[in-house]
C-alpha cells in the first residue's frame, strides 16, 4: 500500500462551492496552507576558520580513540566487533579511519514523505524545517493554567500544529497525556500524530519495543515496501553525556535504522557540567559523541539516513539550572553547523527554548535569541520551535502559537531580499518625490500584502486603541487566536480502513503490554 | 582646559580600603566596570553580492541625480551652490561625481572621548558601543506605571546607564523632562548627561541654537581647544523621508561639524508609507538620503567626523502603525551595513525596539530578534539599546536594566569563541571520562564565572523554587534590581569649578531664552 492521503482541504472547498461562506473557505485555505521546507537565500553565521574546524575534528577523534565511548549495550558492543572496532568491556575505540568510512555512506540530504504529498519536505543543505518541541510533562493550558496534560490536550497541539504554516510536523508527544498509562502511551502518542494533521510527524524512542510499534504503524499508514525507500518518522536518540549511549537508546535506534527512517543522534548538552566549561571543547566533546552514534546507524544499516543531533544548554554555576538564550549556546550552534558541513550530515538544533516559568518578556528573549542564531546557522531539523517554556518543563499553548508565528517571520528573514521588483520601485520613487508617500502608488497598493511581514500576534497600535481594544498582553491576544484556530480546524480524516487498521493495532498492543513502565522524556 | 575627570571609582576605593566595606566596594567595582568599545570576533551577515551592492549604489547615485534631494533651508542652498551642486529651487541635484568625492573625506574610525579617560572609545570598523534609547514622552516607572517623566527621572535613567557594563554612553533626553520649560529643557538635559554620568554622552539638536548651547556646554566641560580635535558628543539629525532635509535638523548640524562633533545622518524609514513597499528599494532611498547629508557635513567642514544613520521601521498595511522586530528590519540592518562599509563611514543602528504596550513576552520576542540583527550587521553605533518599548513612546525602566543585560550578553556572543584554553579542556574530557561530571574539574573551578555567561535577570531556577522566591515575573525582578542599582550608584563628582561654571551658563541662557518652544523629538 502506498500513501494516498485524502486531500482534505480541497474536499472541503469542492463541497460547497460559490456564495460567501466558499470565499471564506478560500481565505481559509490560504491561511493554513503549510509553508514549503525553507530553502535557505541568505548566507551563513560560521565563525570558525577551516584550521579552527579541523581542530576540533582532531579533538573528536582523538577523544574516541583514546578516551573511547561507551555503548552500554551488547549488541552494539557486538556490532562494533563486528565492523572494526577495538572494544574494551563496554568502552568501544574508535579509530578515525573507521569513523570516517562509516559516516561517509550517510546520505547528505533526503526527503521527508507525509501521507499529504503536498506537505512531502526535503531536508538537507540549504532545506530546512520546523518541528514543534515534545517532551513536556506539564501545560499551561487554554486558560494559562499549568497542569499535567491528557490525550486531548495532546490532540489539541497536532491540531495548532496542523494548522500553523510554519511548522512543518506535527511531532509527537508534544505533552506527555498523563490520563494514558505509560506502557500503551507511545501508541495513542503516534496515532494522535498521524490523525490529527497529515505532516511529517516524529516517532517514541522510549523503548526499543516502543520504536518497532512506531514502524508498525508507520507501516500501516504508509505501507511497507514504501517505508523502505522513503523517510516518514524521525527517532530521537539522546547521549548520556559525557560519552555513554545507553541501552534504551541503542536499543530504540536500531529499528528505526533498519527500516531505514532517520533518527537523531542527539548529545545532551549541560554545558560546564557534563562537558567542559568551555565552548570549543564542548562542541569537540559533543562532535565525538554524535558522530559515534552516525557511525553506529551505518554499522546497523548502511546508507539509511540519519542527522546530527545536539541539545544544548549552558548550567548557571550558581544555581546548577540549565539556561537558555545564552551567548554560548548560539555560538556553539554556528560552529556544531560547520562540523555538520564539514561532514556533509544534515544536522538537527533546538529552537525557541525558554527557562521562563511565565509567558513573559524572559521568554521572548530567550526565544528569540535562539531562534536568530537558529537561521544564522543553517540547521536543517529545527526541533522544539513551539511551544517550550521553563526548560521543557511545561510546554504553553500561548508561546506555542506565538513560536510558530516567529518561525514564520524568520523563515521570511532567511529567504532573502527579493530584487525582482527592484526597478519598478526605483521608479516609483521618482513619482513620488521628496515629501510624497507611498501609501497610494501602484506598487504599494499590489504588493501590500506581501512586501512586509504583519505578524498578527504582536500589537503594534496605539496605546489608546489597545486600551480600547481590552489592554490584551501578548498571552491574552496568542490564547484567542489559539482558540480562533482550533474552532476552525478541519481534521484531514484518515481513510477509514487505515484509521481501523491503526486502532486494531493500538487494542492488540495494549492487550499484550503490561500496563507497566517507566517514563522516559527526550529533548 | 582638556578633560581631566576624577577618577571616581578609585577615589571611593582608596578612601576606605581594609574591612568589608572594602570587599563589597571591590566587587560592586568590577560589576559596574564598563565593559571596552566591542570589538567584533565573529563574521559578518552580508546577504548582498557585490553586484547587488553596485545595484543600491547605482539606484542611489541615479535618484541624487535626477530626482534630487530638498533641502529646506537656504545657508544649506547656498554651501551646495558653492559647493558645484545644481541646484533648482530647493532641490538639490547631487552629481555621482561631486556626492562620491564629498564622502571619501569622512573618517572611517575616530575615538570617541569621555570626562573620564577610561571611558574613551574606539568606533568606526570593527569596533561598536551601545547608546540607551532616547526620546520618549512618558516612562514606565520604578512601580511599572505609565507617566510623563520630569528631570528626575532622567537622572535615574543617566545613573541606571553609567551603571550598565554594556551602556558607552549615557545619551541625552533618554525621557522628555516634561516638569521643565521646553525651551529651556536642552541645557538641563545636556547638563543631566554630563553630571550622573562619566561615559560618552549626546547632544540635543532640536534648533540650532540648542545645538550651539550643546557645544559651549562641552567647551566648559572638556576646554575650547580639546573638543575641535575630539570628538566628545553625538547628534541626530533626522531626514524627513523621502527625500527632504529640514532647516532645523540642517541649522543644527552645522554647529555639530563645525566644532567637529559628529552627527548621525538618520533617514528615518516607515517601510512602505514613506518608501516604496520593498526592502531593496527601501534601502536604495534611505542610502540616498544619508549619502547626501553626509556630503553635506564635509561641505560644512571637511574631513569633520560623520555616521551613517537610519531609523528602520515598516508600516503595517492593515493598521498604518510602524512596526517592530519584523524580518524585513532585520535584512536592512544586514544590507545597510553593507553599503556604510562599501563607502567605509562608520554606521549607527536603532537596537532592542519594541511595539508592545508593556513588558510581556511581544517585547521579548522584537528586542531580542533585532538586537541579533544588528550584532550580525556590524553596527558601529548602535543607539536605542535599552529602555524603547511602544515604539519609543515609553522607555521602561524594568526593560532598561533588562536591555542592557541583553547588550552585555550581544556583546560576549560578538567576541566570538575563546581557544587558549582548548588543549587544557580536551585533556579535561579525559580525566572526566564517560559517566562522569565536569563540575568539580580543576579547569571548571578556574573558570566557571566566565566560561558562560549567566544572566541576572533571567529566572532559571524549578518552579519550586521560582514559587518559593514569590512568583517573580521578569518586571518585578528588574525593577527590583533597578532599586538595588540606584541604591548603590555612586556619583562620578564633577569638579566643582567645572559644575558651577555649567551652572552659570544654564543660568544665563535661561535668562536670555524665552520660555517659549516647540518639541521636536529625534529618533
Known amino acids: 500500500m502506498s500513501a494516498q492521503p485524502e486531500r482534505v482541504q480541497d474536499d472541503s472547498l469542492g463541497g460547497r462551492r460559490g ?86 555512506t550517510l546520505p547528505s540530504d533526503f526527503t521527508y514523505y507525509a501521507r499529504n504529498p503536498e506537505n512531502n519536505l ?62 500503551h502511551r507511545h501508541l495513542r502518542i503516534t496515532y494522535s500524530s498521524m490523525k490529527y494533521s497529515d505532516k511529517t510527524f516524529m516517532g517514541m524512542t522510549t523503548s526499543p519495543k516502543n520504536a518497532e510499534d512506531v514502524i508498525d504503524m508507520c507501516r500501516i499508514l504508509f505501507g511497507d515496501e514504501y517505508i523502505q525507500s522513503h523517510p516518514v518518522v524521525t527517532g530521537n536518540c539522546n547521549c548520556n553525556s559525557p560519552l555513554i549511549w545507553d541501552e534504551t537508546m541503542l536499543g530504540a535506534m536500531r529499528p528505526f535504522c533498519k527500516a531505514n527512517q532517520p533518527v537523531l543522534c542527539s548529545p545532551f548538552v549541560l554545558g560546564g557540567a557534563n562537558t567542559p566549561a568551555s565552548t570549543a571543547a564542548a562542541v569537540a566533546q559533543l562532535n565525538a559523541e554524535a558522530l559515534s552514534a552516525l557511525a553506529y546507524t551505518q554499522v546497523i544499516n548502511k546508507g539509511c539516513p540519519a542527522i546530527y543531533g545536539h541539545y544544548l544548554s549552558t548550567v548557571s554555576m550558581a544555581s546548577g539550572a540549565p539556561m537558555a538564550g545564552t551567548p554560548e549556546i548560539s555560538l556553539m550552534n554556528f560552529m556544531i553547523g560547520q562540523m555538520a558541513r564539514y561532514y556533509d ?44 517554556n521553563e526548560a521543557g518543563m511545561h510546554c504553553s499553548v500561548a508561546k506555542f502559537v506565538v513560536d510558530a508565528e516567529q518561525c514564520a517571520m524568520a523563515y521570511r528573514m532567511t529567504e532573502g531580499i527579493k530584487w525582482d521588483d527592484f526597478d519598478e520601485c526605483i521608479a516609483a520613487v521618482g513619482d513620488v518625490g521628496p515629501g510624497g508617500h507611498f501609501l497610494g502608488h501602484p506598487h504599494t497598493l499590489a504588493n501590500f500584502q506581501d512586501a512586509f511581514f504583519m505578524p498578527k500576534l504582536f500589537d503594534n497600535n496605539s496605546i489608546e486603541q489597545w486600551v480600547a481594544d481590552g489592554s490584551k498582553d501578548i498571552t491574552e491576544r496568542a490564547l484567542n487566536y489559539a482558540r480562533q484556530l482550533l474552532d476552525e480546524y478541519e481534521e484531514p480524516k484518515l481513510d477509514e480502513s487505515m484509521d481501523e487498521a491503526l486502532l486494531d493495532y493500538i487494542a492488540r498492543r495494549e492487550r499484550e503490554i503490561p500496563a507497566v513502565d517507566a517514563l522516559n522524556n527526550e529533548h
Not at 72 to 97: F, N, P, Q, T, Y
Open 19 to 104: 456564495g460567501r461562506r466558499a470565499r471564506r473557505k478560500i481565505r481559509q485555505h490560504i491561511r493554513e496552507e503549510m509553508l514549503p521546507a525553507l530553502k535557505r537565500n541568505i548566507p551563513l553565521m560560521e565563525p570558525m576558520t577551516p584550521d579552527q574546524i579541523e581542530r576540533i575534528d582532531n579533538a573528536s577523534m582523538d577523544i574516541l580513540e583514546n578516551v573511547g565511548i561507551v555503548f552500554r549495550d551488547e549488541i552494539a558492543l557486538s556490532d562494533w566487533k563486528k565492523a572494526g572496532a577495538e572494544v574494551k568491556g563496554d568502552r568501544v575505540h574508535l579509530d578515525r579511519g573507521l569513523l570516517k568510512e562509516l559516516i561517509a
Open 122 to 183: 526535503p531536508l538537507g543543505g540549504p532545506h530546512s524545517i520546523f518541528v514543534p518541541m515534545t517532551g513536556a510533562p506539564y501545560l499551561r493550558d487554554l486558560e494559562d493554567k499549568r497542569r499535567n496534560p491528557t490525550l486531548d490536550d495532546l490532540a489539541m497541539f497536532h491540531k495548532l500544529a496542523h494548522m500553523s504554516p510554519a511548522l512543518h510536523s506535527s511531532a509527537h508527544h508534544i505533552v506527555e497525556p498523563m490520563d494514558h498509562v505509560v506502557a
Open 345 to 388: 550530515i544534515p544536522w538537527r538544533t533546538s529552537n525557541t527554548l525558554g527557562g521562563a516559568k511565565t509567558f513573559d518578556a524572559q521568554a521572548g528573549y530567550e526565544s528569540a535569541t535562539t531562534l536568530m542564531a537558529v537561521m544564522m546557522s543553517g540547521a536543517n531539523y529545527i526541533w522544539h520551535s513551539a511551544g517550550w
